[in-house]
């Protein structure tokens, strides 16, 4: 059995588009994935697979292949199951059709998808998109879109002026880098530093030393770390 006709459905037409999903699956017993020569719905993979323990940011991660009636090609996909927030017995499954992604890349950018949902909910709740009038017109849908798109944009700079303290002088610009993950080298790059620091500190090492030790450290770490380091590694 394939997997239901909606989501796979999506998944696979969004891909055929040239373009990568990341989106939140629906716990259905008739959504089902392909995993190694079975189709599984979420609920049996999750059962069926071990998972991280501990401090980790998810529970578990698998790839799988997303078919559909429909379309001739079968789509590699990953699937990163989290921790409801709401409620810690609970899980959330994401999927990725980039599997070059790593799990963490995958929840941080499902979780920039929040500021969507507030916008959906105002223009539609609130600003009548869609409810407003009943045409049928190709342009008069145009321009009702036109004019709750101005309504948000109205609402959005009286919100940023009055309530926003990022609004104030220099904070806005002080604040725009939150919107930018950290990324791994830059991560890497604070691990060595401390650890430059503590053998300095601690074991009172001569510069010429830590920097070989530092260099033996690199050069021993696992090749998918080495690769996503954009500074040469010199290997004995």
Not at 10 to 30: C, F, I, P, Q, T
Not at 91 to 109: F, G, H, P, R
Not at 173 to 178: G, W
């Amino acid at each position: 059995m394939l997997i239901s006709f909606g989501r796979a459905y999506v998944v696979l037409s969004v891909k055929n588009l040239g373009y990568d999903v990341v989106a939140r699956l629906k716990n259905h017993e008739n959504y089902r994935y392909l995993l190694s020569g079975a189709c599984l719905s979420l609920s049996r993979i999750y059962k069926s697979n071990k998972k991280h323990r501990g401090m980790s940011r998810y529970l578990l991660s698998v790839i799988v292949q997303v078919r559909h009636n429909d379309f001739d090609v079968t789509v590699p996909a990953e699937i990163v199951f989290i921790r409801d927030k709401n409620n810690r017995k609970k899980w959330i499954a994401l999927i990725s059709t980039d599997v070059s992604l790593s799990e963490d890349e995958i929840v941080a950018l499902y979780g920039k998808r929040w500021d969507i949902e507030p916008f959906h909910k105002i223009i539609k709740s609130y600003l009548g998109l869609a409810k407003e009038f009943q045409m049928r017109s190709f342009d008069a849908l145009a321009a009702h879109t036109a004019l709750v798109m101005a309504r948000y944009i109205f609402l959005s700079l009286e919100n940023r002026e009055n309530k926003d303290e990022r609004s104030l002088g220099e904070l806005f610009l002080a604040v725009c880098d939150e919107l930018d993950d950290i990324s791994f080298q830059y991560a890497f790059g604070l691990i060595i530093t401390v650890l430059d620091l503590c053998l300095r500190d601690y074991l009172h090492l001569a510069a010429g030393r830590i920097d070989s030790f530092v260099q033996q450290f690199i050069t021993a770490l696992p090749g998918y770390i080495k690769d996503r380091l954009c500074f040469g590694v010199c290997e004995s």
